[in-house]
């Protein structure tokens, strides 16, 4: 009798250690997709938010649109341009962009099943600015399976200075 009362609660005791054992892992995902977000974020964050494109002469000095020969965070979207090559370099030339299976910035270390995405909102006049495109709002959202985080960052222009 003394077996078998024992037996029941080893197997009782297993069955529940299993359990636990399989929900261990959702929160290492969970800081996984907050790291990618996040550093994405930053990375998106620190770019140039100007008139112009950092590479046009006339981007210290513009004061609008008008005073670039490439103007820059006009709903455009990096056209062209690339992430992992490099060529990202201003803020909404990540807008729209979509990543499977995360990579860092030079394409190595891919985190299968991590998928990353960027929304940018242009959300001056909601701030209160004359300007609806004086301030954007990046959203970037990290998903894995059937879970996903946001992070959500405003970023302000500050011309004529980058």
Not at 22 to 43: C, F, H, W, Y
Not at 52 to 71: L, N
Not at 78 to 88: K, P, Q, V
Request: with cysteine; aromatic share 8%; proline share 5%.
């Amino acid at each position: 009798m003394f077996m078998l009362i024992v037996s029941v609660g080893v197997v009782g005791l297993i069955s529940a250690l299993s359990t636990i054992t399989k929900s261990s892992a959702d929160p290492m995902r969970t800081k996984q997709m907050v790291a990618i977000a996040e550093g994405l974020l930053n990375e998106i964050l620190h770019q140039p938010f100007t008139w112009c494109d950092p590479d046009d002469p006339a981007a210290p000095t513009a004061q609008s649109y008008a005073g670039c020969a490439d103007p820059q965070n006009t709903g455009t979207h990096g056209a062209g341009e690339s992430r992992l090559a490099g060529t990202f370099d201003n803020v909404e030339d990540y807008g729209g962009y979509a990543a499977t299976d995360i990579a860092d910035a030079a394409g190595n270390n891919a985190m299968s099943g991590y998928d990353a995405r960027v929304a940018i909102t242009p959300v001056g006049t909601a701030l209160g600015l004359v300007d609806n495109r004086a301030a954007l709002s990046v959203t970037v959202t990290v998903t894995h399976g059937s879970e996903s985080f946001a992070l959500t960052g405003y970023r302000f222009r500050y011309a004529p200075r980058y």
